[in-house]
């Protein structure tokens, strides 16, 4: 059974930083797509970050270039997302995702994943 399990959401304040984390277990991950997403309230759950653990070829949304790093490592099937100069906006439950990879152009969409976890909840006050 695939799982995959978050951790590290906390409250900080703005231009801090956070270390999330995702533990993958029920399969093996070393060709897939892995990512990070987010949802606020009233809002649609959003790509933030995607690695392809096949070639390490990462995917970003504009609002997080230059501030988050996704990572990966096949051998212990983490996942993890580097959040520095957090900003308020970015707030909101991160989820991580898994899936064989989509076309490119769709590999920020959420209903492109088929496997979550349950979230991990980041707020940065100002």
């Known amino acids: 059974q695939v799982q995959l399990v978050e951790s590290g959401g906390d409250s900080v304040q703005a231009g801090g930083s956070l270390r999330l984390s995702c533990q993958g277990s029920g399969h093996t991950y070393s060709r897939h797509c892995m990512g990070w997403f987010r949802q606020s309230p009233g809002n649609e759950r959003e790509g933030v970050a995607v690695?392809?653990?096949?070639?390490?070829?990462?995917y970003y949304a504009d609002s997080v270039k230059g501030r988050f790093t996704i990572s990966h490592d096949n051998t212990k099937n983490t996942l993890a997302l580097q959040m520095d100069n957090l900003k308020p906006e970015d707030t909101a439950m991160y989820y991580c995702a898994a899936d064989f990879c989509p076309y490119r152009q769709k590999r920020l969409i959420p209903r492109e994943y088929a496997y979550w976890g349950q979230g991990t909840q980041v707020t940065v006050s100002s």
């Open positions: 690695v392809d653990t096949s070639d390490g070829t990462t």
